[in-house]
């Protein structure tokens, strides 16, 4: 088993306790990384998206995982709160 460092067990005991990774995230703002494009299911609306790669099937590149839908949609994460916020009021 590998041996871990005392600066990575403090991060893993940490994040533990908190939730938080950001401590130890490289500085970048909120604007930042939203522009990053996101996707998510077009069926359900998750963002669990899988990549997956086969030589059965070469058309399928990822799928949702959590209803299992190949229908993905790339987008703003803008886009993305807009879709969820319509889906629960």
């Known amino acids: 088993m590998k041996d ?3 600066e990575a067990k403090k991060i893993a005991a ?6 938080d990774l950001s401590p130890y995230l490289p500085n970048k703002d909120k604007e930042e990384y939203n522009r990053e494009p996101v996707y998510w299911c077009a069926t359900c609306k998750s963002l669990m998206i899988i990549n ?3 030589e059965l099937d ?10 299992g839908s ?6 703003s994460i803008q886009e993305w709160e807009n879709l969820i916020n319509k889906q629960n009021n």
């Open 4 to 6: 871990f460092s005392k």
């Open 14 to 19: 940490d994040y533990w306790h908190t939730n």
């Open 52 to 54: 997956f790669e086969s």
């Open 58 to 67: 070469t058309e399928i590149e990822c799928y949702c995982g959590k209803c």
């Open 70 to 75: 190949t229908e993905i949609v790339k987008g």
